[in-house]
């Protein structure tokens, strides 16, 4: 079995599915909601583990009932969780699940990052076949780099650009100005940059270059929540257990396909 890393944030998510985004001064009814351990890292951790990846997931938590919320479900799901606990609130969601398929995404409080000195089973990284990073400190990053391939999203921020930080993999998305401009950025610290292009599939460029497809959706599209990460997790997967790049994306593709049939995080 492949062991692959995640090194992340976790945020305690709420979704509330409604017909359109709150207009101001109005009253809005959502149709439902349910609450799931979100965020870039705890997505990616879960759908490696569904991917049949043996999964390390590093993150730091607030010593609080969502904190241990969130373990439950991820240790439901198969995830090896490493958790740095931490004096402060777990960091809270509202995603708006609209008609239209997009989530749109308030954060509530500090988003709580791993770090290299947190006593955590660090040494694990050094068989994984990839790590996912997505939130940590430098030192936390220099760890990842027991892996042979390191792969990031432009939500690290700066840590991606200290000094000795390197990449095999920056993912993000063509169509997200934020990501975009960080991916600029910091494009000198990857070999590979990869931009997701949604239904046009996506491109990398670096070392080598290339384009794949975007995969067929296996059901009515729900939602995007999750998909960017979900490509990035069986990207890093791919890579891990020894795919070419056109392969781990076209694994990537499929992951985020699958990810957009689903209503949030499942």
């Keep these: 079995m492949t062991r692959i890393g995640v090194v992340g944030h976790v945020e305690w998510v709420e979704f509330l599915?409604?017909?359109?985004?709150?207009?101001?001064?109005k009253i809005l009814h959502a149709r439902d909601s349910f609450v799931r351990a979100g965020g870039g890292g705890a997505v990616a951790a879960g759908m490696l583990a569904e991917l049949g990846a043996e999964v390390d997931?590093?993150?730091?938590?607030?010593q609080d009932a969502d904190g241990h919320a969130a373990?439950?479900?991820?240790?439901?799901?198969?995830?090896?969780?490493?958790?740095?606990?931490?004096?402060?609130?777990?960091?809270?969601?509202?995603?708006?699940?609209?008609?239209?398929?997009?989530r749109t995404i308030v954060t509530l409080?500090?988003?709580?990052?791993p770090r290299g000195a947190d006593h955590l089973e660090w040494d694990r990284l050094k068989d994984a076949?990839?790590?996912?990073?997505?939130?940590?400190?430098?030192?936390?990053?220099?760890?990842?780099h027991a892996s042979p391939y390191v792969v990031a999203s432009p939500r690290a921020r700066n840590v991606l650009?200290?000094?000795?930080?390197?990449?095999?993999?920056?993912?993000?998305?063509?169509?997200?100005?934020d990501e975009s401009a960080w991916a600029r950025r910091v494009a000198s610290r990857a070999r590979l940059l990869v931009a997701t292009e949604g239904a046009r599939?996506?491109?990398?460029?670096?070392?080598?270059?290339?384009r794949w497809k975007a995969a067929p959706l296996l059901g009515p599209p729900r939602d995007t929540y999750g998909c960017g990460d979900s490509f990035a997790a069986a990207f890093t997967f791919g890579l891990g257990r020894g795919d070419g790049i056109a392969d781990a994306a076209k694994l990537g593709a499929e992951a985020g396909a699958l990810a957009l049939t689903r209503v949030g995080v499942p």
Excluded: I, K, N
């Design 161 to 177: 650009r200290a000094e000795g930080a390197w990449l095999y993999a920056l993912v993000f998305s063509e169509g997200d100005e």
């Design 17 to 25: 599915p409604v017909p359109h985004l709150p207009v101001q001064g």
């Design 57 to 62: 997931f590093f993150c730091a938590l607030g």
């Design 201 to 210: 599939g996506g491109r990398w460029w670096g070392e080598s270059e290339g």
């Design 129 to 144: 076949g990839g790590v996912y990073f997505t939130a940590g400190d430098d030192d936390a990053l220099r760890l990842a």
């Design 71 to 102: 373990v439950a479900q991820l240790e439901d799901r198969g995830v090896r969780v490493h958790v740095a606990w931490r004096d402060r609130p777990t960091r809270r969601a509202v995603t708006f699940l609209d008609l239209d398929h997009e």
């Design 109 to 113: 409080g500090e988003r709580l990052e």
